[in-house]
Structure formats: C-alpha cells, structure tokens
C-alpha cells in the first residue's frame, strides 16, 4: 500500500524557516517525481514544487522561487521541502504528493500544516 | 484567480446527475495537455479521481466519467449519492507559466 507521511509543520515567524519532510512507502520511490502541493486555509490547491526520479531536475512555482528548496534522498525514501524567508502566505496545509506517469499526482499524504504568524 | 475556471459550487438531488467544468486557454488545456481531476472530502488529502481526460483509476466508480474538447474539460457525476458531496478541483499544466494548474475547486452538495 502507498503511503506518504508528511511531518516537519507548524507555526514560525515571518522571517523564518521550516523543513518539511515526507516519509514514503509501499512502492519503489526512486522511480517517481515527487510533488509538494499547498492549500492555504478554506482556499484551492496550488502546486508548489516537483523533483525528478535522481534529484536532477527541480521546477517550482514562481512565489517560491529563491524561497524554497525541494529535494529528496532515495536511499531514506524521503522527500523535503526547505522553505526560509517564509511570508504570511506561505501559511497553508503542505501536501507531499507523488506523480503519475504524465503530469498528475496519483497518491497524496496527510497534509502538515504550515502556520505563518508573529 | 485561477488559470483554470470552475464554477464555485453546483448541486444535485440523488440520483441525478451534474457536471462540472473546467475552462482554461490555448497554453494550457487548448495546447493540448490532459486535464486530471481531483475530489477532496471535507478535512481530508484530495484524491485522484480521473487521469488523462478521461481514464479513472482502479477503484473510482464508473458513475464518474471525463472528457476534454478544445480550451474545456467537464466531469460528469451520474447517480448521485450523498457522499460525493465534496471539492472537485480541476488540473493541466500551462506552458506558459511552466507550472501546473489547478482551477479554483467546484463545492458539489447533494440536496
């Protein structure tokens, strides 16, 4: 069965950092790009971030470009999204997802939320 | 805004059937890139619902069905029961932008 378990949320200060981390199992994680996709509260989903099967190609959405850092260490079958300079819109619920053969995400985790705030 | 466009909400009585679309443009959907949709019951992850326009994964009921014709996508939802009652978001990728797409979600509520 294909699990992903996100952890790593919670509440940080504008200015701050936070690193999440997504535990994978059930299936052969180096084969798949891996996705992050954020919803911030009572909002829709946005794709954040997504990482090739060896770490070699890495594409992100424009707000978070300079910000975040995905990446992920197969031999642990874990993904990570370093996130620094964080702003109040970065708040939202952080999904690790993992992709499907053409531009989907076929099985989604959890959920850690991320609560930006002085 | 979303780059995709769905309508807010749309409703149904049981048994019925609703649609929901999804519109976007000529660098997304019109370009001719597959659109997915997800369905997110309240307080959980979303869930792959249909793939590639039109194909559902294992375990998704045949009373949900896709299809995509030029800048539009629609999800089609027969029989209604009162658990589909949930968030529909529509999603592509957009070769402008080089980022994938999502659209603003469809709240569907079984009267």
């Known amino acids: 069965e294909v699990q992903l378990v996100e952890s790593g949320g919670g509440l940080v200060q504008p200015g701050g950092s936070l690193r999440l981390s997504c535990a994978a199992s059930?299936?052969?994680?180096?084969?798949?790009?891996m996705s992050w996709v954020r919803q911030a509260p009572g909002k829709g989903l946005e794709w954040v971030a997504n990482i090739k099967q060896d770490g070699s190609e890495k594409y992100y959405v424009d707000s978070v470009k300079g910000r975040f850092t995905i990446s992920r260490d197969n031999a642990k079958n874990s993904l990570y999204l370093q996130m620094n300079s964080l702003r109040a819109e970065d708040t939202a619920v952080y999904y690790c997802a993992r992709e499907g053969s053409g531009y989907w995400c076929d099985y989604w985790g959890q959920g850690t939320l991320v609560t930006v705030s002085s | 805004q979303s780059v995709l466009t769905q309508p807010p909400s749309v409703s149904g009585a049981p048994g019925q059937r609703v649609t929901i679309s999804c519109t976007g443009s000529?660098?997304?959907?019109?370009?001719?890139?597959?659109v997915h949709w997800y369905q997110q019951l309240p307080g959980t992850a979303p869930k792959l619902l249909i793939y590639?326009?039109?194909n559902r994964p294992s375990g998704v009921p045949d009373r949900f069905s896709g299809s995509k014709s030029g800048t539009s996508a629609s999800l089609a939802i027969s029989g209604l029961q009162a658990e589909d009652e949930a968030d529909y978001y529509c999603q592509s990728y957009d070769s402008s932008l080089s980022v994938w797409v999502f659209g603003g979600g469809t709240k569907l509520t079984v009267l």
């Open positions: 590639g326009n039109s």
């Open positions: 059930g299936f052969t994680f180096s084969s798949y790009w």
């Open positions: 000529s660098s997304n959907i019109g370009a001719g890139y597959d």
